[in-house]
């Protein structure tokens, strides 16, 4: 059975959970009988671990290019409303649509912008609550989502820089990691050979090394698995 991660929309209430099913057809079917919420993604997932999963998020990039949208839009004289409408159905995010349907649902129903883009904190940030605070106080929302794409652009950029200066320490660590392991697994195992067959009596530091020798034997390959999927998901996440 394959895991699959409901996204789904009512009203302002935006949720997701986890089914098991043979296939999407099947997770969307066992989806429709255990809420009667509008179902907005089926998406199947790749790995989930107790306690954390690979999660569908909204890029600083998405909110960027969301934050331009919507900035042309009200500019020219296009309601926030319907430059919300707009860019739901322009963008290919499903995660991205369902929050700006919840913010749309609520709006309709009376809630003010601020309010109702304060709900959706998580998935939009506190960038984007505090600027649409802003515009809808001064009456500016083509300003303020200007300003949300401008501080949001920079940090984008301090982000990429960050990840240029890490990346050849973290180049560095993976390649120490898998010499180590070459050698725990190839080179130790000739030389315990040579000790025992001429029973030489090892000292206690040579016996703790032999020691890690026989633990990467057993579980090298799952503590490689480990590292690489921790890397991926460190990579996806940021």
Excluded: W
Excluded at 28 to 34: L, M, S, T, W
């Amino acid at each position: 059975m394959r895991r699959f991660e409901i996204i789904c929309v009512k009203n302002s209430s935006l949720s997701s959970f986890v089914v098991s099913a043979k296939n999407k057809y099947e997770a969307y079917r066992i989806a429709q009988n255990k809420t009667d919420m509008s179902i907005v993604s089926v998406k199947a997932l790749l790995f989930d671990f107790s306690g954390f999963r690979f999660e569908h998020k909204i890029s600083t990039k998405e909110l960027v290019t969301t934050a331009e949208q919507i900035a042309i839009l009200t500019r020219v004289g296009i309601s926030f409303i319907q430059s919300l409408k707009e860019v739901k159905n322009t963008t290919q995010n499903k995660k991205l649509q369902a929050t700006l349907e919840a913010v749309i649902s609520d709006i309709n129903n009376g809630m003010s912008i601020s309010i109702a883009v304060k709900k959706q904190r998580q998935a939009l940030g506190d960038e984007f609550v505090s600027m649409s605070e802003l515009g809808e106080t001064t009456g500016d929302i083509a300003y303020a989502m200007t300003r949300i794409a401008t501080l949001l652009g920079r940090r984008a950029k301090i982000s990429a820089k960050l990840q240029k200066v890490t990346l050849y320490p973290l180049i560095t660590i993976i390649s120490s990691i898998i010499a180590f392991f070459i050698i725990m697994t190839t080179i130790v195992p000739k030389f315990e050979a040579i000790f025992y067959r001429f029973k030489i009596d090892l000292p206690f530091f040579t016996k703790v090394l032999l020691g890690f020798e026989h633990f990467f034997i057993s579980y090298g390959a799952a503590i490689l698995l480990f590292i690489s999927v921790f890397i991926s998901f460190v990579i996806v996440r940021y």
